[in-house]
């Protein structure tokens, strides 16, 4: 079975701080991708990276950067937190195979909350 | 016109009977099509991706594909209470590249026992 692991479930940091949201993945998959979750507005991409040290912003970068040093981790971090950050974070990583493009497999989610 | 619209529901159906989720996407040339449940506080899986125009059947949920009309369909025969979740469709547009989905708000499903 595919596994991507979020490294907390929830955090709670204060406003100013620089907040790192780990994601690893054990199925040697190209892709990885960062998503937020807020109610009525629906899952959206704020980063994307399609192999090492490659990233793609998504449509809601503004107030994030992503780091990809090993195929295995992909990282989310906001520079300086704010309280409109306060979020569920979804990561997320898929395969570039023919047979199962485009198949995202999702991390169990960070809750953030950001006082 | 969004990307891709869902009815947000609720939609509530009787234990036994079919759930009927309806998604609509506005890229006529997008690619792959895909259905994920997730309940409440938890991540998204997925539980049905369809590529081609016509129905595909997997244990007691069929999606079905019309890109012509532009909409896929996720059929839930004999719902059960643990089928009670949100449902998300996803959609791989053309335009954003091979590896992008864009998703539906999702539609909220209660199974009534």
């Known amino acids: 079975d595919v596994k991507v692991t979020q490294s907390s479930r929830y955090l709670v940091k204060r406003t100013g701080e620089k907040v790192f949201l780990e994601c690893v993945q054990d ?3 190209e892709n990885m991708f960062w998503y ?5 507005l629906g899952l959206r991409l704020i980063y994307f990276s399609y192999d090492v040290k490659m990233k793609e912003k998504g449509d809601i ?5 992503v780091s990809r040093e090993k195929k295995e981790r992909f990282s989310l971090i906001l520079e300086s937190a704010s309280t409109n950050q306060t979020s569920m974070y979804l990561c997320a990583s898929s395969p570039s195979t023919a047979v199962a493009k485009n198949i995202q497999y999702f991390g169990a989610g960070t809750r953030l909350s950001v006082l | ?16 009977a079919i759930a009927s989720l309806n998604c609509t996407y506005s890229d006529r040339v997008s690619q792959s099509f895909f259905w994920y449940r997730q309940y409440s506080g938890k991540s998204p899986e997925l539980i049905m991706s369809i590529y081609s125009n016509g129905d595909k059947e997997d244990g007691r949920f069929t999606a079905q594909l019309n890109k012509a009309s532009q909409y896929v369909s996720l059929l839930i025969r004999d719902s059960q209470p643990s089928d009670s979740a949100t449902y998300l469709c996803a959609v791989n ?3 954003q590249g091979a590896q992008k989905l864009v998703f539906g708000q999702g539609t909220r499903l209660t199974i009534n026992p």
């Open chain 2, 93 to 95: 547009p053309f335009y």
């Open chain 1, 36 to 40: 937020r979750q807020d109610p009525g």
């Open chain 2, 1 to 16: 016109q969004k990307e891709v619209e869902q009815n947000s529901g609720p939609l509530s159906v009787p234990e036994g």
């Open chain 1, 27 to 29: 199925m040697d998959h």
């Open chain 1, 61 to 65: 970068p503004e107030g994030y950067s």
